[in-house]
């Protein structure tokens, strides 16, 4: 009988920033250096999942694996005036 190894399906938040020259940068905050970029939004989705995946390959024993699937967080920009 072949032993099948089950597959965590984590999930963390993503920051979008658009750039001014184009495209789109991304980090993950919850995972300090883990970075990309994309010439459009689904580009830097994309190649961020990539980075998430090599950056658990590379430390799992390091890594706290956290799920942030249950954390309620959003982002709001908030302006504030000063002189």
């Given at each position: 009988m072949v032993k099948t190894k089950k597959l965590?399906?984590?999930q963390y938040n993503a920051v979008f920033q658009e750039e001014k020259d184009g495209g789109f940068s991304v980090w993950v905050p919850s995972l300090p250096g883990c970075c990309s970029q994309g010439d459009n939004l689904e580009h830097a989705a994309n190649n961020?999942?990539?980075?998430?995946?090599?950056?658990?390959?590379?430390?799992?024993?390091?890594?706290?694996?956290?799920?942030e699937s249950q954390e309620k967080q959003f982002l709001i920009p908030i302006r504030v005036a000063y002189a």
């Amino acid at each position: 009988m072949v032993k099948t190894k089950k597959l965590k399906i984590l999930q963390y938040n993503a920051v979008f920033q658009e750039e001014k020259d184009g495209g789109f940068s991304v980090w993950v905050p919850s995972l300090p250096g883990c970075c990309s970029q994309g010439d459009n939004l689904e580009h830097a989705a994309n190649n961020i999942k990539e980075a998430i995946s090599l950056y658990i390959e590379e430390s799992p024993n390091k890594l706290q694996l956290q799920d942030e699937s249950q954390e309620k967080q959003f982002l709001i920009p908030i302006r504030v005036a000063y002189a």
